[in-house]
């Protein structure tokens, strides 16, 4: 049998490892080729990647919300926002061929496909941002972000939840605590506790919140750094999956400003109809940024990001230090994302997104009466959180559950993963394309493993 231990242990997150993944040590069960695979991997690639899973997911191809193995197995996708409008779809696949097949360069030269994007795209924000800046990745985006603030302020204390992950550049990583305690943070950075609205009166969060980034910014006013920016992803992901009370953010946003610093809202997770109600995660709040990051879900897969941002905010940026990414906004990337953009719009992905998601939220709320481990269930749109815990009364998160779960409904061909400083939160993220069908497909697929796990209702 191969050998595996090229990899690193990677089960759990606290030093660097990761939520959901596979451990090599545990490997006795795969197959010959599977193992072989994995060996060929961690010899080419090094020990830095990760797979998902304790059994890892061969996949070959896909198209809507399935993915296909070299066998033909089926899996239903129940994770991936990357791939937002459906894995391979066809308007996108168009765009980008003919595109490729065009032209594909830079920013540098005049030309419609970047104007017309931007065009497209700046109506849907609050009418305080005029401008929008292209990356190839949401790390891009953040790190350009907070340069950005940086300089407009002239500060540089960063603030973020607990568990927050925000990028993978040097900068981004250094104010990403998800990424565990191996990666430093920033001694510019400055933590505030994650929204739990399940264990505290949800009712006081927001001024509870603004409290707490009142206190960080106080330290960092005191050591001489002042507050540049505080940065969320309005749907909390990597801190567990919070979408109540949606008037949480409004209180921080005015004591950052307060202090001089920017408001940055991370919708690289949250944005594009992820949550069904409102186009970006922020607009839930009812607030208005002062910067709008975005990566992910923009393409469609092919890798593009980007920076929306308030003109105040930008010019002197954009004056004395300038701009420029080779691959950034080229023709291809906005090919790309144009026809994401308009299949979301055209499909009606935010109605479909808010439609579903209801129906999947309401069906694991069901649960609840037959099993006491769900300790919560929350989100929005297709974006929900399912808390397991020892029982509900104590409120125990149980983190072995959670990820029992996981790799139970990957045997089962069904796909998702766990978030939290615990990893004890079931996290659903669907492609926007998931319908009825699929949702009662994950529904009865969850249900069973819970009973197949943990030995029937309560």
């Given at each position: 049998?191969?050998?595996?231990?090229?990899?690193?242990?990677?089960?759990?997150?606290?030093?660097?490892k990761?939520?959901?993944?596979?451990?090599?040590?545990?490997?006795?069960?795969?197959?010959?080729?599977?193992?072989?695979?994995?060996?060929?991997?961690?010899?080419?690639?090094?020990?830095?990647?990760?797979?998902?899973?304790?059994?890892?997911?061969?996949?070959?191809?896909?198209?809507?919300?399935?993915?296909?193995?070299?066998?033909?197995?089926?899996?239903?996708?129940?994770?991936?926002?990357?791939?937002?409008?459906?894995?391979?779809?066809?308007?996108?696949?168009?765009?980008?061929?003919?595109?490729?097949?065009?032209?594909?360069?830079?920013?540098?030269?005049?030309?419609?496909?970047?104007?017309?994007?931007?065009?497209?795209?700046?109506?849907?924000?609050?009418?305080?941002?005029?401008?929008?800046?292209?990356?190839?990745?949401?790390?891009?985006?953040?790190?350009?972000?907070?340069?950005?603030?940086?300089?407009?302020?002239?500060?540089?204390?960063?603030?973020?939840?607990?568990?927050?992950?925000?990028?993978?550049?040097?900068?981004?990583?250094?104010?990403?605590?998800?990424?565990?305690?191996?990666?430093?943070?920033?001694?510019?950075?400055?933590?505030?506790?994650?929204?739990?609205?399940?264990?505290?009166?949800?009712?006081?969060?927001?001024?509870?919140?603004?409290?707490?980034?009142?206190?960080?910014?106080?330290?960092?006013?005191?050591?001489?750094?002042?507050?540049?920016?505080?940065?969320?992803?309005?749907?909390?992901?990597?801190?567990g999956?919070?979408?109540?009370?949606?008037?949480?953010?409004?209180?921080v946003?005015?004591?950052?400003?307060?202090?001089?610093?920017?408001?940055?809202?991370?919708?690289?997770?949250?944005?594009?109809?992820?949550s069904?109600?409102?186009?970006?995660?922020?607009?839930?709040?009812?607030?208005?940024?002062?910067?709008?990051?975005?990566?992910?879900?923009?393409?469609?897969?092919?890798?593009?990001?980007?920076?929306?941002?308030?003109p105040d905010?930008?010019?002197?940026?954009?004056?004395?230090?300038?701009?420029?990414?080779?691959?950034?906004?080229?023709?291809?990337?906005?090919?790309?994302?144009?026809?994401?953009?308009?299949?979301?719009?055209?499909?009606?992905?935010?109605?479909?997104?808010?439609?579903?998601?209801?129906?999947?939220?309401?069906?694991?709320?069901?649960?609840?009466?037959?099993?006491?481990f769900?300790?919560?269930?929350?989100g929005?749109?297709?974006?929900?959180?399912?808390?397991?815990?020892?029982?509900?009364?104590?409120?125990?998160?149980?983190?072995?559950?959670?990820?029992?779960?996981?790799?139970?409904?990957?045997?089962?061909?069904?796909?998702?993963?766990?978030?939290?400083?615990?990893?004890?939160?079931?996290?659903?993220?669907?492609?926007?394309?998931?319908?009825e069908?699929?949702?009662?497909?994950?529904?009865?697929?969850?249900?069973?493993?819970?009973?197949?796990?943990?030995?029937?209702?309560?």
């Amino acid at each position: 049998m191969a050998e595996v231990k090229h990899m690193s242990n990677t089960v759990g997150k606290r030093r660097g490892k990761m939520v959901n993944g596979f451990d090599p040590s545990k490997a006795e069960n795969l197959t010959e080729e599977s193992m072989r695979m994995i060996d060929r991997r961690a010899k080419a690639l090094g020990p830095a990647y990760r797979l998902f899973y304790s059994n890892p997911v061969e996949v070959k191809s896909a198209r809507g919300v399935l993915l296909y193995d070299s066998r033909g197995d089926e899996y239903l996708d129940a994770y991936n926002n990357v791939v937002s409008v459906g894995h391979s779809h066809p308007r996108v696949v168009e765009a980008i061929t003919r595109q490729l097949g065009t032209l594909c360069t830079h920013t540098r030269y005049l030309q419609n496909g970047i104007v017309e994007y931007a065009e497209s795209l700046l109506p849907t924000f609050t009418d305080n941002i005029k401008h929008v800046m292209f990356t190839c990745t949401g790390s891009e985006a953040n790190d350009l972000a907070m340069r950005i603030a940086q300089y407009h302020t002239g500060k540089s204390g960063i603030i973020v939840t607990s568990e927050a992950y925000h990028g993978n550049s040097h900068l981004t990583a250094g104010f990403s605590p998800s990424l565990g305690e191996n990666s430093p943070l920033g001694t510019w950075v400055r933590r505030v506790p994650a929204p739990d609205s399940y264990r505290r009166d949800p009712a006081d969060l927001g001024l509870w919140l603004a409290g707490e980034v009142a206190r960080q910014i106080e330290d960092l006013e005191r050591r001489g750094q002042g507050v540049a920016a505080f940065i969320a992803d309005s749907l909390f992901s990597s801190d567990g999956i919070y979408s109540e009370p949606t008037n949480l953010l409004g209180p921080v946003a005015e004591v950052v400003r307060k202090a001089g610093g920017l408001f940055v809202a991370d919708e690289v997770q949250s944005g594009f109809a992820r949550s069904g109600t409102h186009f970006w995660g922020y607009a839930r709040h009812g607030i208005r940024p002062d910067i709008i990051t975005m990566g992910k879900p923009m393409g469609n897969g092919y890798p593009v990001a980007g920076v929306a941002v308030a003109p105040d905010v930008i010019e002197s940026f954009g004056n004395d230090q300038r701009y420029f990414n080779t691959f950034g906004g080229n023709s291809v990337a906005m090919a790309a994302a144009q026809a994401t953009f308009e299949v979301i719009r055209d499909e009606c992905l935010q109605q479909n997104s808010e439609r579903v998601g209801f129906i999947i939220k309401q069906g694991l709320t069901d649960l609840m009466d037959k099993f006491d481990f769900i300790g919560d269930v929350r989100g929005s749109g297709l974006y929900i959180g399912v808390e397991l815990v020892e029982e509900r009364a104590q409120k125990t998160p149980s983190s072995s559950r959670a990820l029992q779960v996981v790799n139970a409904l990957r045997e089962r061909r069904v796909l998702i993963s766990a978030t939290g400083f615990h990893s004890n939160t079931l996290k659903i993220r669907p492609p926007l394309v998931f319908a009825e069908a699929h949702a009662d497909r994950l529904l009865t697929e969850i249900e069973a493993v819970f009973r197949t796990c943990f030995g029937g209702s309560k």
